[in-house]
């Protein structure tokens, strides 16, 4: 069956450190791969998808980029954090072809100090 | 935008009772999914329904379709305390790799 992880769970950093959190999927090949922002009691907000290795869609302008090195590997990075970048981030997968139910990580607290 | 808006924000009920959500979109849809999420956890799929059906029943969970008044609405029969719980519609549109989601429903059972 497939399953996916991300972490770390909670994450607590300073204004203007680096940022890196991993998501890593298996049993299965070629998904589709997500990053969602969650703002407290909102909806989710897409900030990145990735059809394929090196494949990135940006959905919003801001302070963060992805990067898919595996197949099955969905990195968020931020080279300075800022305050506004605090939230509850989610990994997600799909099938290929993006019409399919998305399977969500337990996803990451980001807090900015 | 093709947000999914759903209503109410919030629904607190008795437990055994029934529990209706719903959700509105702008634009033509290819699918229309339902999730759930618990506090602090991420989001499970709970049903899709396809543009072509207009109802579709999993367990407790009865999900009908409405596409030409552009709305969705999830019933959740016979509630349990563990139905506590935020939804979230999210439409899918044709020739495109990505889902928009609502901005929830956050359900509380009273037990």
């Known amino acids: 069956s497939q399953t996916i992880h991300q972490w770390p769970a909670t994450l607590v950093q300073p204004v203007g450190s680096p940022l890196s959190l991993e998501c890593t999927v298996e049993g299965t090949s070629n998904p589709n791969l997500y990053w969602y922002r969650q703002a407290a009691g909102r909806g989710l907000q897409l900030l990145f998808y990735s059809v394929g290795i090196g494949q990135i869609s940006s959905e919003v302008p801001q302070n963060l980029s992805a990067s898919r090195p595996q197949d099955r590997q969905f990195i968020l990075s931020s080279k300075k954090l800022l305050l506004s970048d605090s939230g509850f981030y989610l990994c997600?997968?799909?099938?290929?072809?993006?019409?399919?139910?998305?399977?969500f990580g337990d996803g990451t607290r980001l807090s900015i100090l | 935008s093709q947000q999914g808006e759903e209503d109410p924000q919030a629904l607190s009920i008795q437990e055994g009772e029934n529990a209706t959500m719903n959700c509105s979109y702008k634009?033509?849809?290819?699918?229309l999914q339902w999730y759930r999420q618990n506090s602090g956890r991420g989001l499970v799929h709970l049903i899709l329904?396809?543009?072509?059906?207009r109802e579709k029943h999993s367990g407790r969970l009865r999900v009908t379709l409405d596409t030409s008044k552009k709305s969705s609405s999830l019933l959740i029969t016979a509630s349990r305390a563990a139905d506590t719980a935020s939804y979230f519609c999210?439409?899918?549109?044709?020739?495109?790799?990505?889902?928009?989601f609502g901005t929830g429903t956050r359900l509380t059972i009273i037990p």
């Open positions: 999210a439409v899918s549109n044709f020739g495109n790799e990505k889902l928009t």
């Open positions: 634009t033509s849809i290819n699918n």
């Open positions: 329904i396809r543009s072509n059906e």
């Open positions: 997600a997968w799909s099938p290929l072809g993006g019409r399919q139910p998305q399977h």
